[in-house]
């Protein structure tokens, strides 16, 4: 079955510390990832995604994700964390060739402390 | 970029009443739109797939009946929430799928609050 899993339900880091959130796919056909973030009571902002090619993909605010098919995984990472960077992400996976709807991991919880 | 729109953005009505919500794509034909269910702290669930001029597939265990969707144009589909109930109070979201690029695009949801 499709599927994406993130393992972490909630992570805290300190603020200027570095950030990896971890996710993983289970797809049949080729994945195309995504991973989105959402502030309380907001919708989604894309952060970055993954069709093809160079397998690590920079996005807005500092963001970067490494594809690993041989993990299954697309991390999430970031050197420095912002206080602002407290919010809801979510990693995604859809096929974009079919352009069918996507399907979401149940999010990790980012709290940044000072 | 491509935008997406959904009106209203938050809604309260009473139980036993309908409310709608519309999704438009503001700049580009949206072949396909998306509706998804968000509960609080909970992940998007895709709720049903609506393609322009044609019936919307559901997801399993999505009432048909009660969430009719439609999607007349290649820019607006509509989800109503039809004799809505208490624990019909969500934040609903909607994507559209670019026709030219199969890029899809997120709106910025609507809460609904059924009491």
């Known amino acids: 079955a499709q599927s994406v899993t993130q393992p972490d339900i909630h992570i805290t880091v300190s603020e200027g510390a570095s950030l990896e959130l971890r996710c993983n796919y289970s797809?049949?056909?080729?994945?195309?990832l995504f991973w989105y973030v959402q502030s309380p009571g907001q919708g989604l902002q894309l952060l970055l995604k993954y069709f093809s090619g160079d397998t690590l993909v920079q996005g807005i605010k500092g963001f970067e994700a490494e594809f690993k098919r041989s993990q299954s995984s697309f991390n999430l990472r970031k050197p420095s964390v912002h206080w602002s960077d407290a919010a809801e992400y979510f990693c995604a996976v859809g096929d974009g060739q079919a352009g069918t709807a996507l399907i979401f991991g149940k999010g990790t919880t980012l709290s940044v402390s000072s | 970029g491509a935008v997406v729109s959904q009106h209203p953005s938050w809604v309260i009505c009473k139980s036993g009443t309908s409310v709608k919500i519309e999704c438009r794509s503001l700049?580009?034909?949206?072949?396909?739109m998306f509706w998804y269910r968000q509960f609080p702290k909970q992940s998007l669930m895709l709720m049903a797939t609506?393609?322009?001029?044609?019936?919307?597939?559901?997801e399993q265990g999505v009432e048909k009946d009660k969430f009719l969707i439609n999607h007349a144009s290649l820019t607006l589909s509509t989800l109503t929430v039809t004799s809505a109930h208490p624990e019909d109070s969500s934040f609903y979201i909607c994507?559209?799928?670019?026709?030219?690029?199969?890029?899809?695009?997120f709106g910025p949801g609507t809460r609904l609050t059924v009491t």
């Open positions: 994507s559209a799928r670019d026709g030219a690029s199969y890029e899809q695009y």
């Open positions: 797809y049949g056909a080729t994945p195309y």
């Open positions: 609506s393609n322009e001029g044609s019936k919307a597939t559901y």
């Open positions: 700049d580009f034909q949206a072949t396909t």
